[in-house]
């Protein structure tokens, strides 16, 4: 059963909130905003933002380490902030990719994760599997989910 632990409903933001990441006790959760804001409920912790960077493109997902101390957000150029205990792996020069980046998933070991596109393709990094992406997909791909 989720529970609540709190939300920003009610309260200004400087932009919308655009991802969310439970904890490993699902106890808490984060909220992400586009400009990389986070805000921490129940048992999760604060480890960093880029509420403050001005940054290329929104920040459009979340994930969190296995441990629940850290997190990385994933930026719609492919750029990549890793807080707390998440490793920097790589991001995606923006020049090369043909897309925008919709989300972001962390692998079970926490040593990878996975940037999904709106035209179906999977970028892989660290111990992240490679398992291709929706070859001639033509819709939109909003988001990708964790590796277990």
């Known amino acids: 059963v989720a529970q609540f632990y709190g939300s920003m409903g009610g309260r200004p933001l400087n932009k919308p909130i655009v991802g969310m990441a439970p904890t490993p006790t699902g106890q808490g959760y984060w909220l992400v905003a586009s400009d990389g804001g986070i805000f921490a409920y129940g048992d999760a912790q604060f480890y960093g933002s880029t509420g403050s960077i001005s940054l290329r493109q929104p920040v459009v997902g979340i994930s969190a380490t296995p441990s629940g101390h850290g ?11 890793a807080y707390g205990d998440a490793p920097f792996l790589g991001s995606l020069p923006a020049s090369n990719i043909n897309a925008t980046v919709t989300g972001v998933a962390r692998t079970a070991t926490g040593n990878g ?3 999904s596109t709106n035209n179906g393709t999977v970028h892989s990094f660290g111990d992240a599997p490679q398992f291709g992406g929706l ?5 939109t791909v909003l988001g990708i989910g964790p590796a277990y």
């Open 71 to 81: 997190y990385v957000l994933a930026a719609a150029d492919g750029g990549i902030f």
């Open 113 to 115: 994760y996975m940037l």
């Open 135 to 139: 070859s001639g997909y033509r819709g």
